[in-house]
């Protein structure tokens, strides 16, 4: 059960007033969750600040920098009724004058904020032109008592188009209000070594910087944050590896009969990559150790097929698989692919997600509990109380990017002593799988299957967009079918982004009906149906965000072009380019990027012309990722993870691996009282299951 003392911070941000059904969405979006709560704006921590701290005289004012000035107001020279000259306002100080300058605002509002004869003092942008003091649009604009109130470190945000800073500041203080005091979880040695403040203080001064280095990414209070989310997650790691260790595993036997029928199905042969994987997996499952087994393998790779092979070494054996994928687009495509193929061995197959209900559902259930499906492929819907398995001997996760121990935790829940296999399409450095996985086996497939052919990579500046257009245009008039990948909607609305709908809008005149869009705030069902009209065809061309990313499936998709490619990561431009090269014909990524790229964009798009070997990217991405991105922004970071980041923290987690091998040999229950406050962390960052499966054994 969650902690009393965390309540509010799970309340809804709908309760906070000003925030309606259109903002809540916005926030949904923003803060990545369907109901945003208190706890996941307090988890969004700012980028950035806004230093109003500066106070000069008039005459001291650096151009070009954020000033805070004191002013007396003289007057107003409103804007002519027509045309487009500003409303000005004249103000000095005993040792110079400045004017403050508004386009498009009506007088009265002006007027009030700004009124002769008083005095205000004025934040923002300060400008010299014609020789003359500025500034157009401040930021703030208060009297005496105002300024008591003005932030002079103002956190600035990650945003989403149509929240302003504002908003966020105003839902992220709210949340760290609502945070108490919490015990301490850390080791007091190394909290005092690491001159630590506690969680609470920590977390308000990112949303109440006093300095603006306490925003930045080392400093010790962002450090110690990122320490309590490593610890959170390697201390839920350690605890489902010390219960799955707790309980035995189950022998299965097999010989490899149902095995024989599917590949006799294949019209191709496994690689030796997969050979080996499958060779490792069924020793895993033949004996009588549990199994917690990684497969990484690039997308491509064939990782589907080593799943169902391992799954049917335990149906062989009498037993029930389950196959789970993090989308119902990745869901339906895997079932699409195994169905067949399942058949042709005998294996009965069925598929479960959300949208499965009523009497199909029931039915489907009474089959599961009885035995009589032997491979459910399915979505989190699998995890619903209600579903239960005859004998559930192999939850295989296929996690794609999203790394949580919980999906695995209520997987292996569903059975007795389930073998679990999680396979991930990131190529993760090796230095990095422990982070993830924590003390897991690994198979690899590095092997890309025969008869693919390189993708030609061409990076081209944005200048040459029509250009680029024409040859998708030609392509696709020669049958070709065309990804168009346009950097989130979602995104930060500072930056200078091409947004999905904006490009569509644009292709559609130039493709008509040939263009289909596809994006993350629309409906799954419209998602699949988009998708479902690119694979057949009906519209050659899709216009996306970076929904494909997670390992859809177009074979006759041959080109892909990425906008703004200097804005995502390596390891997500890797995953975007693996869309095309899937079937026979020579495919092409284009890398449309803003001329002239900063340094470490280059890197990047060269190390993507040079390379197609994911296991490659992914160590260069760390090193980049090591040079200091600006936080908050969508490259950074470690997937899965709010605030740590593998390149920046490595020693913190090295530290935290460590803290949680000594925590479960010391109090593997968490009973003591670091282990009570231990318990609390795990919830603050909803590693909780851990907790669950603590108290249940
Ligand atoms: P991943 O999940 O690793 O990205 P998939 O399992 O989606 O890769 O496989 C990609 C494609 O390659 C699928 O169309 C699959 O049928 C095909 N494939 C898998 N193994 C082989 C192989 N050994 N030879 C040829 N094609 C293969
Ligand atoms: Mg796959």
């Given at each position: 059960m969650r902690p009393p003392v965390l309540t509010p911070l799970f309340a809804g941000?709908?309760?906070?007033?000003?925030?309606?059904?259109?903002?809540?969405?916005?926030?949904?979006?923003?803060?990545?969750?369907?109901?945003?709560?208190?706890?996941?704006?307090?988890?969004?921590?700012?980028?950035?600040?806004?230093?109003?701290?500066?106070?000069?005289?008039?005459?001291?004012?650096?151009?070009?920098?954020?000033?805070?000035?004191?002013?007396?107001?003289?007057?107003?020279?409103?804007?002519?009724?027509?045309?487009?000259?500003?409303?000005?306002?004249?103000?000095?100080?005993?040792?110079?004058?400045?004017?403050?300058?508004?386009?498009?605002?009506?007088?009265?509002?002006?007027?009030?904020?700004?009124?002769?004869?008083?005095?205000?003092?004025?934040?923002?942008?300060a400008i010299l032109y014609d020789g003359r003091l500025q500034m157009t649009h401040p930021d703030r604009v208060v009297d005496e008592a105002g300024l008591a109130k003005l932030a002079a470190v103002e956190p600035v945000y990650p945003l989403t188009q149509g929240l302003s800073n504002a908003m966020l500041r105003r839902a992220c203080t709210a949340a760290s209000d609502r945070l108490p005091e919490l015990p301490e979880w850390i080791d007091g040695a190394f909290l005092r070594a690491k001159r630590y403040d506690s969680f609470r203080l920590s977390m308000r001064r990112?949303?109440?910087?006093?300095?603006?280095?306490?925003?930045?990414?080392?400093?010790?209070?962002?450090?110690?944050?990122?320490?309590?989310?490593?610890?959170?997650?390697?201390?839920?790691?350690?605890?489902?590896?010390?219960?799955?260790?707790?309980e035995p595993g189950r022998a299965h036997t097999a010989n490899g009969r149902l095995q024989a029928k599917i590949e006799a199905a294949l019209p191709f042969s496994l690689t030796q990559s997969q050979r080996r994987a499958v060779d490792e997996i069924k020793a895993d499952l033949s004996s009588g150790e549990r199994m917690l087994r990684l497969l990484q393998g690039d997308v491509g790779s064939g990782?589907?097929?080593?799943?169902?092979?391992?799954?049917?070494?335990?149906?062989?054996?009498?037993?029930?698989?389950?196959?789970?994928?993090?989308?119902?687009?990745?869901?339906?495509?895997?079932?699409?692919?195994?169905?067949?193929?399942?058949?042709?061995?005998?294996?009965?197959?069925?598929?479960?997600?959300?949208?499965?209900?009523?009497?199909?559902?029931?039915?489907?259930?009474?089959?599961?509990?009885?035995?009589?499906?032997?491979?459910?492929?399915?979505?989190?819907?699998?995890?619903?109380?209600?579903?239960?398995?005859?004998?559930?001997?192999?939850?295989?996760?296929?996690?794609?990017?999203?790394?949580?121990?919980?999906?695995?935790?209520?997987?292996?829940?569903?059975?007795?002593?389930?073998?679990?296999?999680?396979?991930?399409?990131?190529?993760?450095?090796?230095?990095?799988?422990?982070?993830?996985?924590?003390?897991?086996?690994?198979?690899?497939?590095?092997?890309?299957?025969?008869?693919?052919?390189?993708?030609e990579t061409v990076a081209v500046a944005l200048e040459r967009l029509h250009e680029v257009v024409e040859a998708v245009r030609r392509a696709v008039d020669s049958g070709a079918r065309a990804y168009w990948i346009c950097p989130l909607v979602e995104e930060s609305e500072e930056v200078d982004?091409?947004?999905?709908?904006?490009?569509?809008?644009?292709?559609?005149?130039?493709?008509?009906?040939?263009?289909?869009?596809?994006?993350g705030r629309m409906k799954a069902a419209d998602k699949d149906e988009a998708m479902e009209r690119f694979a057949s065809g009906a519209t050659p061309v899709l216009v996306a965000t970076t929904v494909v990313e997670v390992g859809v499936d177009v074979p006759e998709a041959t080109i892909i072009v990425i906008e703004h490619a200097e804005r995502f990561g390596l390891a997500q431009l890797h995953q975007l380019r693996g869309r095309v090269g899937r079937g026979h014909e020579k495919s092409t990524c284009l890398l449309l990027y803003r001329a002239?790229?900063?340094?470490?964009?280059?890197?990047?798009?060269?190390?993507?012309?040079?390379?197609?070997?994911?296991?490659?990217?992914?160590?260069?991405?760390?090193?980049?990722?090591?040079?200091?991105?600006?936080?908050?922004?969508?490259?950074?970071?470690?997937?899965?993870?709010?605030?740590?980041?593998?390149?920046?923290?490595?020693?913190?987690?090295?530290?935290a691996r460590r803290d949680a091998a000594l925590i479960v040999t010391n109090d593997p229950a968490l009973k003591s009282a670091r282990g009570e406050a231990l318990r609390i962390l795990l919830h603050l960052f909803e590693r909780e299951d851990?907790?669950?499966?603590l108290d249940a054994g």
């Open positions: 941000l709908n309760t906070l007033s000003g925030i309606g059904p259109k903002f809540l969405k916005l926030f949904a979006q923003l803060l990545g969750n369907d109901e945003p709560r208190f706890l996941d704006a307090l988890f969004h921590l700012p980028h950035s600040v806004i230093d109003r701290r500066a106070r000069p005289k008039l005459r001291e004012v650096q151009p070009d920098t954020i000033v805070t000035v004191e002013v007396h107001i003289d007057k107003h020279k409103p804007a002519p009724p027509r045309g487009r000259a500003p409303h000005r306002v004249l103000a000095h100080d005993e040792t110079n004058d400045i004017e403050f300058v508004f386009f498009g605002m009506p007088r009265e509002r002006i007027e009030k904020m700004l009124p002769a004869g008083e005095k205000r003092f004025v934040s923002g942008k990112m949303h109440a910087p006093e300095e603006p280095s306490d925003v930045e990414a080392l400093s010790i209070q962002r450090s110690r944050l990122a320490y309590d989310e490593l610890l959170a997650h390697q201390l839920a790691l350690a605890l489902v590896r010390s219960d799955m260790k707790r990782k589907t097929l080593v799943a169902l092979l391992a799954a049917a070494h335990v149906i062989e054996s009498g037993k029930q698989a389950v196959i789970m994928a993090p989308t119902e687009v990745l869901a339906r495509q895997h079932h699409a692919r195994i169905a067949p193929l399942a058949e042709a061995a005998g294996i009965r197959t069925e598929i479960l997600t959300g949208r499965e209900r009523g009497a199909p559902r029931n039915a489907l259930l009474t089959d599961l509990a009885n035995g009589s499906i032997q491979l459910l492929v399915g979505t989190h819907a699998v995890f619903q109380d209600d579903v239960a398995f005859a004998d559930l001997a192999l939850a295989v996760v296929d996690e794609q990017h999203r790394f949580g121990v919980h999906q695995r935790l209520a997987l292996a829940d569903k059975g007795e002593a389930a073998d679990v296999l999680v396979m991930t399409a990131t190529p993760i450095p090796r230095t990095l799988v422990l982070t993830y996985f924590g003390d897991m086996d690994v198979s690899e497939l590095r092997e890309k299957p025969a008869g693919r052919m390189p993708i982004f091409a947004a999905a709908e904006e490009r569509f809008a644009h292709l559609q005149e130039l493709f008509g009906a040939q263009a289909g869009l596809v994006h002239p790229p900063g340094p470490t964009a280059k890197r990047r798009l060269e190390t993507m012309r040079e390379t197609q070997d994911g296991f490659r990217i992914a160590e260069e991405d760390l090193a980049l990722r090591g040079e200091g991105e600006i936080l908050g922004t969508r490259q950074s970071g470690m997937p899965g993870f709010k605030i740590a980041d593998a390149s920046l923290h490595r020693d913190l987690l090295e530290t851990a907790v669950r499966l």
